[in-house]
């Protein structure tokens, strides 16, 4: 009986911190500026659209051999990322990576560390492809795993094969960066 009333105290005093945040976010702009700003869409377009231009920059810049752990193919898929297009981009999250948790249990990536989900133990790991094919359909749009991504780039033979070759052009010295078109 107890319960539910815990629980919903502890719930309104969650729901007020975040009402009170947000209203200290109001009057720190308003202390600062002057003014009421409540065009906080507009704030976020902006920044969306500043990132794109940033993503532009670093794209062109590593085109001009500054050395990156992205390709550029990859940076250039943040923005298809950001509009929501990236369905699907090779997650080997349980196939070639994991995670062990540190109770001895695995987990195929650290979003996942959190999961009820049973993939075995490090004695007997439970990868099965249909389920975690099945999962990835869902979790692949909304997930940009740095790791799992520069896996998954790594994780085609075309690319390898093509890297190899640009490698021996150059007597296999100095490519070291990501740009791959
Ligand atoms: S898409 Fe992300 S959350 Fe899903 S399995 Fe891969 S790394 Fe994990």
């Known amino acids: 009986m107890l319960g539910p009333i815990i629980e919903t105290f502890i719930g309104g005093l969650l729901t007020g911190v975040l009402y009170s945040l947000v209203a200290l976010g109001f009057v720190l702009i308003f202390k600062a500026s002057g003014v009421f700003n409540f065009a906080q869409g507009s704030m976020v377009l ?26 550029t193919s990859r940076i250039a898929e943040m923005k298809q990322f950001m509009r929501g297009g990236l369905q699907d981009w090779n997650c080997r999250a349980g196939q070639n990576t994991l995670i062990i948790r540190t109770d001895g249990t695995l987990a195929p990536c650290f979003p996942m560390y959190s999961a009820t989900y049973d993939w075995g133990t490090i004695e007997r790991p ?56």
């Not at 051999?65 to 390709?71: A, F, L, Q, R």
């Not at 296999?172 to 960066?177: H, L, P, R, Y």
């Open 126 to 181: 439970k990868f099965e492809m249909g389920p975690l094919m099945e999962m990835k359909k869902s979790c692949q749009p909304h997930c940009f795993s740095t790791l799992n991504h520069i896996v998954g780039f790594c994780y085609n033979d075309a690319r390898v094969i093509k890297w190899l070759f640009k490698q021996a052009a150059r007597g296999f010295q100095g490519v070291t960066n990501w740009s791959d078109d």
């Open 46 to 71: 902006l920044a969306g659209l500043a990132l794109v231009r940033s993503l532009d920059w670093l794209v062109a810049k590593q085109r001009a051999g500054y050395k990156m752990t992205n390709s």
